[in-house]
């Protein structure tokens, strides 16, 4: 059945802190909060390896279609949304950050983290993606990246070839460098010329790691539309596709852009 094609898509995020490395309560927890969301919502936003928190602990790492592919997959026909977010995954010798999105259906697409946080040793345990993924749902073209990726901006460039309306970061960004996330979330939004969602864990993690969350979604502008700062909550948010294009229409910088290929 094809999908209706909506002017205003409304996006839910979900700021939370993790259980460390703990799959089951992390679960259990955000099944509670999607539960509250009281009216109906397009897509659904989760933070980087929201079933774990940001562990290098491969332990934890599922096969594709096991407890947390299909926890998504039961959320996503619940709600009747898109579900984004990334967990961690072993294929054959290897892991992945993988970042996943559901919808109601039952089917899947997915992308692995690009750019591996090696401060933090991920280069040392996760295997890099190399494909840019750009979902169409409800007429809308998103593309969902994974928080280091923030800091490289050929990689999330807005392209003619492959243009997308709303640009979405899962992270797990510390608190420490939190003048970083806001500024780069801005700079995207006005360098793409499209909405921005940013969505960050807050607490701490097991490695005694501050988050403050943070979590933000961003016109065209990079003007705020809402910021969510440092509390545990969920928020909804409508994005309207006809101030997006009016304003494209008005202002049409993206016709001037430098042509390149990504390698």
Known sequence: MALPVVDELTVCLIQTDIYWEDVTANLSSLEEKIAAIDHPVDVIVLPEMFNSGFTMNTKIAEHMNMTTTKWMKHISVQTNALIIGSFAVKEGGDFFNRLMCVRPDGSFVHSDKRHLFRM?????????????????????????????DLRFPVWSRNSSQNPYDLLIYIASWPKRRAHAWNTLLQARAIENLSYVVGINRIGQDGNAIDYQGDSVALDFLGEPLFAMGDKESEKVIKLSRPALQKYKDSFPAYLDADPFDIR
């Open 120 to 148: 933090g040793e991920e280069h040392d345990t996760y295997t890099p993606g190399n494909a840019r993924l750009i979902v169409e749902w409800k007429g809308w073209n998103i593309f969902p990246l994974v928080c280091y």
